[in-house]
Nanobody, 122 residues
Framework: VQLQASGGGLVQAGGFLRLSCAVSGRTFSTYSMGWFRQTPGKEREFVAAVSWSDVISYYDSVKGRFTISRTGSKNTITLQMNSLKPEDTAVYYC?????????????????WGQGTLVTVSS
């Protein structure tokens, strides 16, 4: 199983970016999928996730600004990030799981994509 993430970049505060992540390999079942982010010296932080049954969860600081959704293939997700703030600057990681019961915990995910850098300038 491989995850391919894309869509990071540089944007001014108040702007928007859209991240995408696709699972390839064993795709016969629906994965729980999520986004996490990390800045230097800090632990990986939950951002948003959608379970295999389409239950959605968001980190409090992104509620109302970020939207996670499945698009096209059942194992492709996007993260629409609006009203971006400098504190959203981080490397964003896509993750997938066939077994996770707690979609907002990084330890529950078996598969991880490469990070994509999001930089929000003030």
């Amino acid at each position: 199983v491989q995850l391919q993430a894309s869509g990071g970049g540089l944007v001014q505060a108040g702007g928007f970016l859209r991240l995408s992540c696709a699972v390839s390999g064993r795709t016969f079942s629906t994965y729980s999928m999520g986004w996490f982010r990390q800045t230097p010296g800090k632990e990986r932080e939950f951002v948003a996730a959608v379970s295999w049954s389409d239950v959605i969860s968001y980190y409090d600081s992104v509620k109302g600004r970020f939207t996670i959704s499945r698009t096209g293939s059942k194992n492709t997700i996007t993260l629409q990030m609006n009203s971006l703030k400098p504190e959203d600057t981080a490397v964003y990681y896509c993750a997938a799981s066939q077994t996770s019961l707690d979609i907002d915990e990084a330890v529950g995910y078996e598969y991880w994509g490469q990070g994509t850098l999001v930089t929000v300038s003030s």
